[in-house]
């Protein structure tokens, strides 16, 4: 790493004779060390006030002794200080074994310590002048950056290559260099996390973060701090040029009555046959992609979106998004929804539901396309305990299991307090429910039922007799399905 990315000298710049003269290694740890501040010392207890990456100097008044000069390197550990500067003087060689085993570099001089402390002071001082100028340099040469993925590379490349990526909801979306990861390898050299927000309101545009040694550490940190506002316009440029794509989709999604447009006026197109853009010459996927918290992934969304389809539009609806996926061919199709699934849907365990329609092949047949891909999605089961594939859901392949899915939850809750409203008055009606559904589960098995539950059989027997009590016909074929979509529906919602 260079030298001057540390925004700070090292001790290096001080045992070298050219720059300061008249100091003497006694013990140095390394010659890497950064020194960030210095502090001369006329008192000992003033060490415990002094920071990491110090040098201290100590007045001559303060080392008669070597248990004087022990008790200073004692406290320079405490504090994580680098260095301790003595006046030159005789002592034991004890003195130098305690500098090594604390692991602080002891040194020490003939000159007088004031005139030291205002040289070393002035190259701190040059150092940190020459870290804000290139901090300055690399922020202007941002300003000409295309894209985030091009100003995240210069910011890297300031860092000598390393690593530098956009966070948001815990995922990565624009990285270099490309793939690399930014966690410490157990086997290289140790890395310190540096992180920018990019919102002032800690908002959902998530952050920008480096992994760099630990010496770099305060460079990196107002390097990406004067960074991210211009990363913040490059992202929401991108949001903008996406949302301007997307209004023909916009379009057919206020036709489809699926629910009203956020953030959008409705365009003025009256008919799909109407809208150009949009990949409607040829064949198509609609995808649509749901989720109970659109606001706070709504950044990280477009994003992963956008990286992995720069060429497709994707609007934003009450609820999710709409998107339309070119299929040149059968095989490009699938593998266009397998990033769709793998890389959106499940990403980092993103709490998103995600449904296709089926290959369509006019703009006739969007809103078509639409209300399948809506449909899908609402059907999709992103909870942690559902199979994985249920997560993204293909319209012309739907499992029988998730049809159940399609009751909504608010609407099962009312009509199970209308229908059975003795079992939701009984205080044990969670198990209930539970019981009647691992019954019906298991195709009327009290056995297997109990295995469910991991409860004993009888126990399973008395809370279906209770069922039937309070109202839940449990031997009528007529009335079993429902019942079973119904109380599926509301235990969804409670959970």
Not at 468 to 492: K, M, N, Q, Y
Request: glycine letters at 8%; one cysteine or more; proline letters at 7%.
């Amino acid at each position: 790493m260079n030298r001057a990315l540390s925004g700070a000298v090292e001790l290096r710049d001080l045992t070298d004779t050219r720059e300061l003269d008249g100091l003497f290694v006694l013990h140095l740890v390394s010659e890497g060390s950064p020194v960030r501040d210095l502090a001369l010392i006329s008192d000992l207890e003033d060490i415990a006030a002094v920071g990491p990456d110090t040098v201290i100097l100590l007045a001559p008044g303060e080392t008669r002794g070597g248990w004087m000069i022990s008790a200073a390197l004692r406290y320079a550990w405490e504090r994580r200080a680098c260095a301790v500067i003595i006046p030159e003087q005789p002592f034991t060689a004890s003195v130098i074994e305690l500098a090594k085993r604390l692991g602080v570099s002891l040194l020490s001089t003939r000159r007088d310590m004031t005139r030291l402390a205002l040289d070393v002071a002035i190259r701190i001082g040059a150092a940190r002048a020459e870290s804000a100028a290139r901090v300055r340099s690399a922020v202007d040469r941002l300003a000409a950056a295309d894209d985030p993925a091009q100003a995240v590379a210069l910011l890297s490349g300031e860092l000598d290559g390393a690593p530098v990526w956009v966070e948001s909801a815990g995922v990565r979306t624009f990285a270099a260099p490309a793939g690399a990861g930014g966690e410490p390898r157990p086997s290289g050299p140790p890395v310190t996390l540096v992180r920018a927000d990019l919102s002032p309101r800690d908002g959902d545009d998530g952050a920008l973060r480096a992994a760099v040694p630990a010496a770099a550490a305060g460079f990196a940190g107002a390097l990406l701090a004067g960074a991210a506002p211009s990363l913040r316009a490059l992202l929401l440029e991108l949001r903008l040029a996406a949302t301007h794509d997307s209004l023909p989709a916009v379009a057919i999604t206020a036709l489809t009555g699926l629910a009203p447009v956020a953030a959008f006026d409705e365009p003025a197109f009256q008919s799909p046959a109407g809208i150009s853009a949009g990949p409607f010459d040829d064949a198509f996927h609609a995808v649509c992609l749901l989720s109970d918290e659109p606001e706070r992934l709504g950044a990280l969304v477009h994003q992963l979106w956008r990286l992995a389809f720069p060429d497709s539009p994707l609007a934003r609806f009450d609820g999710g998004w709409i998107g339309f996926l070119p299929v040149t061919d059968p095989e490009r199709g699938a593998e266009s929804l397998d990033r769709v699934r793998d890389g959106l849907v499940h990403t980092a365990g993103l709490p998103l539901a995600g449904g296709a329609s089926q290959v369509h092949r006019s703009a006739a047949e969007a809103r078509h396309a639409v209300r399948e891909a809506w449909l899908a999605a609402r059907l999709a089961d992103p909870s942690p305990d559902a199979p994985r594939a249920d997560a993204f859901v293909d319209f012309g392949r739907i499992p029988a299991r998730l049809l159940g899915r399609l009751v909504p939850a608010d609407l099962a809750a009312q009509l199970v307090d209308v229908l059975y409203p003795r079992l939701l008055g009984d205080p044990g009606a969670g198990q209930i429910i539970d019981t009647v559904l691992a019954y019906l589960s298991s195709c009327g098995s009290v056995s297997a039922a109990a295995v469910r539950l991991g409860a004993h059989r009888n126990t399973v027997q008395t809370r279906l007799r209770r069922a039937e009590e309070l109202g839940v016909t449990l031997s009528d074929p007529a009335e079993v399905l429902p019942a079973h979509l119904l109380l599926a529906a509301l235990r969804r919602r409670e959970r």
